[in-house]
């Protein structure tokens, strides 16, 4: 006997369950409800109405194109909206909140007056709901296969999905195999998702005899005792769940069982061990094949892979995890993008400055570090005279520059910048190449300003990160204004006429710089508004690098001050920023959006120079030394090897210009030019390829 499988409750659960705050006598009584549509209209229909009848009243194209629907009770302001909830057991099972906005079944009676939005595929939220739904087929399918399994949950993730099973024999591949191939006949089935509901403690007995324990333990914790517990059904199969789910398993069109992996029941390696199955489900074929192609791609992109490969960087296991080793082609690179950033801030206005990699906790009890942030810096070192800590961030040390002399209006506004070396705490196992990391390197930056300044100062620093990203070869770019939550006041420092200054001035910078931006209330941090700016890569992944961020708090708590044009002391306005974000993580996106081969620019080395045999040592220490005195990157490849090997070398390490040369070639004072990505472009004069490449140099050309 399947476990799962039950026989069918009776109709009275269902309409208990939809007493909902006004109590079952109210959809008696109501004989209609007002349904406010997205497009201002609203619709006055009969309590009981489904979204998937108020959807074919509007358009059958709409009806079959809806997923599920996503309500919003009247009386309730923008509340969290669902798709920031974790996967968790609780958002899974716990009853929902009947005042904030959630996603229902499309055969959902609706009962009272309400916000109805149809979510279509369109709509992120739509997925997860095809993904969780894709989690009850395979349980289906893992159900008739192996009727002995007991069953986990089974959320969507950010990526797909997963159900944990507990059967003594662990699956094998070929099981995998098989249960693919039977979540496609429940799929084709077109079985309807039907809610149901029965009394908990029913549900509770029937799971107890089954031996259903993970079941047994979800109900009595997510559940009230006296409750009614509610079920999904797709033909023979019933799980404990809240739903949402598609209106029938047709709708899970395109999915794939991924991988395996084991997990202890409840996180516990004393409990049973439960054999987690991956899956991944689409709308559509076509998504899921670029979904895959996608994976692919990125894998060969990986920036640990090709930092190995190409010698760039590495974690040492002797001196800790989190800490980046540069070999001397990552550090060539480092070098070129750092020597850019400070030449551009010079010539933009920026001033210079070193400081320290410690200071005494003192340092960090005044700027705050050591309360609110304590939690992300490394413990504290003890010396004869006090405790020092390494600095989590630079701010407090350029307020400290700032600060040694006076600073009257004239001097404003003061932009300090340093490639500042930071230390933060990352648990172990958290750290991830060089995007997570216990050491790196900010390119921070600290505008001290007057409030008449700002604005200009805004504009500056996004042209700045437009700059890089443009200079880098990003071509698409997304920007977040991050703002308060003005009904939060106490959450967050500085007064409302601070606020409303720094709010206003970063909105007008980027009206004045004509960029879209979305705004996200309640994202600030509560010293002040940023902007964000998330870079596109060329596979199309999101990365947040560059911020520039207000500061309301340590202006204050370091009582900076300038003495105004009334000869009055004032207190500056203050901006973070920082455009890489970090050297080492701009780094790894560098090396995955060109996939180890960088522009001529950046390449460590630019040009591979391959003799065709001994005899022409002398013609290649001749090309080099041209090359070098023309400023370009040479690496000689003089070993005793056959030509082809050599080129191969250069080629694997990505070089962008491998120049081969024999008796003609040196007859003839022209190398033979091997380009990247493009093969053999034939024999060239040696001044003409140099020309070249001194101007694809000059222009940061990332083609060659
Ligand atoms: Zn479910
Ligand atoms: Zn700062």
């Not at 209609?32 to 549509?37: E, Y």
């Amino acid at each position: 006997m399947y476990s799962n499988w039950r026989g069918a409750v009776s109709s009275m659960y269902w309409l208990f369950s939809f007493r909902g705050r006004n109590g079952f006598l109210d959809i008696m009584s109501t004989q209609t409800i007002a349904v406010h549509l997205p497009d201002g209209s609203i619709r006055e229909v009969p309590a009981g109405t489904t979204p998937l009848e108020i959807a074919n009243s509007i358009s059958p194209r709409l009806a079959a194109a809806s997923v599920v629907a996503r309500l919003t009770p009247l009386s309730v302001a923008a509340v969290k909206s669902a798709s920031d909830e974790e996967p968790s057991e609780a958002a899974m099972y716990a009853a929902e909140d009947a005042a904030a906005p959630r996603l229902v079944d499309l055969a959902t009676p609706l009962t009272a007056d309400t916000k109805l939005e149809l979510v279509t595929e369109k709509d992120p939220e739509a997925l997860k709901v095809v993904r969780h739904s894709a989690a009850h087929v395979m349980a289906t399918a893992v159900l008739e296969l192996f009727p002995e399994t007991k069953l986990g949950h089974g959320p969507a993730t950010d990526s797909g999905f997963f159900y944990d099973f507990y059967r003594e024999k662990p699956f094998t591949p070929e099981d995998l195999a098989l249960i693919q191939a039977k979540m496609a006949e429940v799929v084709a089935r077109d079985e309807p998702f039907v809610r149901e509901y029965e009394p908990r403690e029913q549900a509770l007995a029937e799971f107890e005899r089954d031996g259903d324990f993970m079941k047994t333990h979800f109900v009595t914790k997510f559940t009230e005792p006296g409750s009614e517990v509610s079920f999904y059904r797709n033909g023979k199969f019933v799980d404990f769940c809240r739903g949402p789910h598609v209106p029938s398993t047709g709708r899970v069109k395109a999915v794939k069982v991924t991988t395996l992996a084991g997990a202890y029941w409840l996180g516990d390696e004393k409990n049973p061990q439960l054999q987690r199955v991956y899956g991944t489900a689409f709308f559509s074929q076509k998504e899921m094949d670029a979904h895959f192609a996608r994976l692919e791609e990125a894998a060969k992109r990986d920036h640990r892979v090709l930092g190995k490969q190409l010698d760039l960087f590495s974690i040492q296991e002797l001196a800790g995890a989190g800490l980046i080793f540069w070999h001397p082609k990552g550090a060539m690179i480092r070098k070129i993008m750092e020597d850019w950033m400070r030449d551009e801030c010079v010539r933009r206005g920026y001033q210079l400055v070193y400081t320290p990699h410690v200071a005494r906790v003192n340092l960090w009890q005044t700027s705050g570090h050591e309360g609110f942030y304590a939690g992300n810096m490394f413990t504290p070192m003890e010396l004869d005279d006090a405790n020092y800590r390494m600095k989590p961030m630079n701010c407090p040390f350029h307020i400290l520059i700032y600060k040694n002399s006076p600073k009257s209006y004239r001097d404003l506004p003061v932009r300090y910048a340093e490639l500042g070396n930071v230390y933060r705490y990352e648990r172990s196992g958290t750290m991830h190449g060089l995007l997570r990391v216990r050491g790196f390197t900010q390119d921070d930056a600290h505008i001290f300003c007057t409030p008449g300044q700002i604005e200009d100062e805004v504009v500056a620093c996004i042209d700045f990160a437009e700059a890089v990203l443009q200079t880098f070869g990003f071509k698409e770019f997304k920007v977040e204004l991050s703002t308060w939550d003005p009904n939060d006041r106490a959450h967050y420092a500085g007064s409302d006429d601070n606020w409303n200054l720094a709010v206003g001035s970063l909105e007008r910078a980027l009206d004045r710089k004509g960029i879209a931006y979305k705004t996200i209330p309640g994202e600030a941090a509560f010293y002040g508004p940023k902007i964000d700016v998330k870079l596109v890569d060329v596979l199309g992944r999101l990365w947040q690098l560059s911020t520039v961020q207000f500061d309301f708090n340590l202006p204050a708590r370091f009582e900076l001050e300038y003495v105004g044009e009334d000869g009055g002391r004032h207190q500056p306005v203050m901006v973070h920023r920082a455009l890489f974000g970090s050297v080492e993580r701009f780094f790894g996106v560098l090396i995955e959006h060109y996939a180890g081969a960088f522009p001529l620019w950046l390449a460590p080395v630019q040009v591979g120079l391959v003799p065709i045999s001994e005899k022409h040592k002398s013609y290649a220490e001749k090309v080099e030394k041209a090359l070098k005195d023309a400023g370009l990157r040479v690496e000689v490849d003089d070993r005793n090897e056959k030509m082809n090997a050599k080129i191969r070398d250069f080629a694997n390490q990505k070089t962008p210009y491998i120049l081969v040369f024999g008796d003609k070639e040196e007859a003839a004072d022209a190398v033979s030019v091997r380009t990247r990505g493009k093969g053999d472009q034939g024999s060239m004069p040696l001044a003409e390829f140099i020309a070249k490449a001194q101007g694809l140099v000059g222009e940061k050309s990332t083609e060659l």
